[in-house]
């Protein structure tokens, strides 16, 4: 594959650089009173405050690259750091660095691997105020939704440093004949991992999924995307500092079409967050060269608002789950499923809930959302809110751009009345916009949650649990929410977590997170008598003595 047909494999195919031209596409002025300013604390640091050059010297030392480039804080759209850029030669430079340092990884004792992590969840928590100022300038976060991220690293390093040893344990099974044959599983790591991270979650997408990785005795090549990469470096540090050997962890950054194929063509395993385009490209780079990977993509999430929800709790839930990271999530909610005879009570809530969210851009706590990351995410909200009003929708809270405070501040959206016709109903928008439709039995509302190609992730509204959990298992979604939107089923950390149809293959999180990460072996030994003839016996003998043999074990039930 040349350069110019290189899939764009930066994680997601929206570029970080913050492009385009804001409060251009027809936008109505905001109206009064809805969506006010978070105020700004007295002494809130500033960018210049926290991108130091002696932090960027830090965190770019051991980064494989020998060009240049700069990333973005889609605050303002101002330069953040200057970068180290890595070309195809560098990312080939990197994995050998990380295959020559994998083996001696690999010896290392489990339970030393697994210090690491537990050491580097207190070092995370001790630290976090130092990460969520790189998330919240990196991506455009409120601190309280960068504080998610935190939340889930330390969840997933806490899971896997104390599970992994039982997880990579050697398993004794029983054999072809029980005493004779003596089998044991073995789980080796796969040599080294190529990652490849989108920019929404930097944190958690970044080192959160290189922990099982490199517990189970794998380097990992990492690109993170270029506007989010300090995030992402930090982590890296900081595991560095835990006691991670430093090439373990490799990080390249880089164009997506330039150096994200390179490490897709070189990882012993690949683990790829972002859309489903792409992701059917690194899977076929993947299969050309008969490597394993994973993929999580795209998702047009429901939540079902049953007719005996709690409709206040719904309200408060649907705006965390419609708005958190201004909706830029892969398991955030997009459209609303409605009982219609709740529909106008809920709706009332939500909408009231949803005007009244404060919008900023501080480095403090105290706003409720914060700014899309780019232009190119603004122009997709706007097309969206656009089209779906042509086609009759009515836009019931928001629907403005805001560069009032930001270059790509969009104010948190509602529209109700939305049909199949319309872009946003069957288009990941990825941003802070929700469509309500309304249904009148279960069957409908589960058959309309299922029409679709994506099944990432769903939530369900009900007073009744037993009700709540058979419609939940009807939805094809990886994850189910009751009476929650998504934080309850990923922050599950014992639990699988991926998707189903087009949105993905493979899970992050229990023994699936880390097993993926591992080839199994099978020894099985042989003791006292072959598996063959012996004894005296003829071959005929020999298959009557094992039909009986067959007959006796599933007599016993042994499996």
Same mark, same amino acid.
């Given at each position: 594959?040349?350069?110019?047909?290189?899939?764009?494999?930066?994680?997601?195919?929206?570029?970080?650089?913050?492009?385009?031209?804001?409060?251009?596409?027809?936008?109505?002025?905001?109206?009064?009173?809805?969506?006010?300013?978070?105020?700004?604390?007295?002494?809130?640091?500033?960018?210049?405050?926290?991108?130091?050059?002696?932090?960027?010297?830090?965190?770019?030392?051991?980064?494989?690259?020998?060009?240049?480039?700069?990333?973005?804080?889609?605050?303002?759209?101002?330069?953040?750091?200057?970068?180290?850029?890595?070309t195809p030669e560098d990312v080939a430079r990197a994995f050998d660095l990380a295959r020559a340092a994998q083996a001696v990884w690999a010896a290392t004792p489990v339970r030393r691997r697994a210090a690491v992590l537990l050491r580097f969840h207190d070092l995370v928590l001790e630290r976090q105020a130092e990460v969520l100022d790189l998330i919240q300038l990196e991506t455009g976060k409120a601190r309280l939704h960068a504080h998610e991220e935190v939340q889930a690293v330390a969840m997933a390093a806490r899971h896997y440093g104390h599970r992994a040893g039982a997880y990579l344990r050697p398993?004794?099974?029983?054999?072809?004949?029980?005493?004779?044959?003596?089998?044991?599983?073995?789980?080796?790591?796969?040599?080294?991992?190529?990652?490849?991270?989108?920019?929404?979650?930097?944190?958690?997408?970044?080192?959160?999924?290189?922990?099982?990785?490199?517990?189970?005795?794998?380097?990992?090549?990492?690109?993170?995307?270029?506007?989010?990469?300090?995030?992402?470096?930090?982590?890296?540090?900081?595991?560095?500092?835990?006691?991670?050997?430093?090439?373990?962890?490799?990080?390249?950054?880089?164009?997506?079409?330039?150096?994200?194929?390179?490490?897709?063509?070189?990882?012993?395993?690949?683990?790829?967050?972002?859309?489903?385009?792409?992701?059917?490209?690194?899977?076929?780079?993947?299969?050309?060269?008969?490597?394993?990977?994973?993929?999580?993509?795209?998702?047009?999430?429901?939540?079902?608002?049953?007719?005996?929800?709690?409709?206040?709790?719904?309200?408060?839930?649907?705006?965390?789950?419609?708005?958190?990271?201004?909706?830029?999530?892969?398991?955030?909610?997009?459209?609303?499923?409605?009982?219609?005879?709740?529909?106008? *009570?809920?709706?009332? =809530?939500?909408?009231?809930? $949803?005007?009244?969210?404060?919008? +900023?851009? !501080?480095? /403090? %706590? @105290?706003?409720?959302?914060?700014?899309?990351?780019?232009?190119?995410?603004?122009?997709?909200?706007?097309?969206?809110?656009?089209?779906?009003?042509?086609?009759?929708?009515?836009?019931?809270?928001?629907?403005?751009?805001?560069?009032?405070?930001?270059?790509?501040?969009?104010?948190?959206?509602?529209?109700?009345?939305?049909?199949?016709?319309?872009?946003?109903?069957?288009?990941?928008?990825?941003?802070?916009?929700?469509?309500?439709?309304?249904?009148?039995?279960?069957?409908?509302?589960?058959?309309?949650?299922?029409?679709?190609?994506?099944?990432?992730?769903?939530?369900?509204?009900?007073?009744?649990?037993?009700?709540?959990? *058979?419609?939940?298992? =009807?939805?094809?979604?990886? $994850?189910?929410?009751?009476?929650? +939107?998504? !934080?309850? /089923? %990923? @922050?599950?950390?014992?639990?699988?977590?991926?998707?189903?149809?087009?949105?993905?293959?493979?899970?992050?999180?229990?023994?699936?997170?880390?097993?993926?990460?591992?080839?199994?072996?099978?020894?099985?030994?042989?003791?006292?008598?072959?598996?063959?003839?012996?004894?005296?016996?003829?071959?005929?003998?020999?298959?009557?003595?094992?039909?009986?043999?067959?007959?006796?074990?599933?007599?016993?039930?042994?499996?």
């Amino acid at each position: 594959m040349t350069d110019a047909q290189a899939p764009d494999l930066t994680g997601t195919d929206t570029p970080g650089t913050p492009t385009g031209t804001p409060g251009t596409t027809g936008a109505p002025a905001p109206a009064p009173g809805t969506n006010p300013v978070a105020p700004t604390p007295a002494g809130t640091r500033t960018a210049a405050d926290v991108v130091t050059p002696e932090l960027v010297a830090r965190l770019v030392k051991g980064v494989v690259g020998s060009g240049r480039t700069v990333n973005h804080t889609p605050f303002t759209g101002e330069k953040l750091a200057d970068l180290p850029e890595s070309t195809p030669e560098d990312v080939a430079r990197a994995f050998d660095l990380a295959r020559a340092a994998q083996a001696v990884w690999a010896a290392t004792p489990v339970r030393r691997r697994a210090a690491v992590l537990l050491r580097f969840h207190d070092l995370v928590l001790e630290r976090q105020a130092e990460v969520l100022d790189l998330i919240q300038l990196e991506t455009g976060k409120a601190r309280l939704h960068a504080h998610e991220e935190v939340q889930a690293v330390a969840m997933a390093a806490r899971h896997y440093g104390h599970r992994a040893g039982a997880y990579l344990r050697p398993k004794r099974h029983t054999g072809a004949i029980p005493v004779l044959t003596k089998v044991t599983e073995l789980r080796h790591p796969r040599g080294v991992v190529g990652q490849i991270v989108p920019w929404n979650y930097p944190l958690e997408l970044s080192v959160g999924d290189a922990l099982p990785a490199l517990v189970a005795g794998n380097a990992v090549v990492m690109k993170p995307d270029t506007e989010s990469c300090l995030t992402a470096l930090w982590a890296r540090d900081l595991l560095i500092e835990a006691g991670l050997p430093a090439d373990v962890l490799q990080a390249v950054i880089g164009l997506g079409p330039v150096v994200g194929p390179e490490v897709v063509k070189r990882g012993d395993y690949v683990s790829f967050t972002g859309s489903t385009r792409t992701g059917r490209e690194v899977a076929q780079i993947a299969a050309d060269r008969l490597v394993g990977f994973s993929l999580e993509l795209g998702g047009k999430n429901a939540m079902l608002v049953l007719d005996d929800a709690d409709l206040d709790k719904a309200a408060a839930g649907a705006v965390r789950a419609c708005f958190s990271s201004a909706g830029q999530l892969c398991v955030s909610i997009e459209r609303l499923l409605v009982h219609e005879s709740v529909a106008d *009570a809920f709706l009332e =809530r939500f909408a009231a809930r $949803t005007r009244a969210m404060r919008l +900023g851009s !501080a480095l /403090a %706590y @105290g706003a409720d959302m914060g700014s899309l990351v780019s232009g190119q995410q603004l122009d997709t909200v706007r097309r969206h809110i656009e089209d779906a009003v042509a086609h009759g929708a009515r836009i019931v809270a928001g629907g403005a751009a805001r560069p009032d405070i930001g270059p790509f501040f969009h104010e948190p959206t509602i529209l109700d009345g939305v049909t199949e016709a319309m872009t946003v109903c069957a288009e990941e928008t990825f941003g802070p916009v929700v469509s309500v439709q309304r249904f009148r039995t279960d069957d409908e509302a589960v058959d309309r949650a299922n029409s679709t190609p994506y099944g990432l992730n769903s939530s369900v509204w009900t007073r009744d649990a037993r009700r709540g959990r *058979a419609i939940g298992a =009807r939805l094809r979604t990886g $994850t189910v929410n009751l009476n929650e +939107g998504y !934080a309850s /089923a %990923y @922050g599950s950390v014992r639990s699988p977590m991926g998707g189903m149809k087009d949105s993905g293959l493979g899970r992050r999180h229990g023994s699936e997170g880390i097993l993926k990460y591992t080839e199994t072996q099978t020894i099985a030994e042989q003791r006292l008598l072959p598996l063959a003839p012996a004894l005296g016996m003829d071959d005929e003998g020999y298959a009557r003595f094992m039909s009986r043999g067959l007959r006796a074990m599933k007599a016993f039930r042994l499996r």
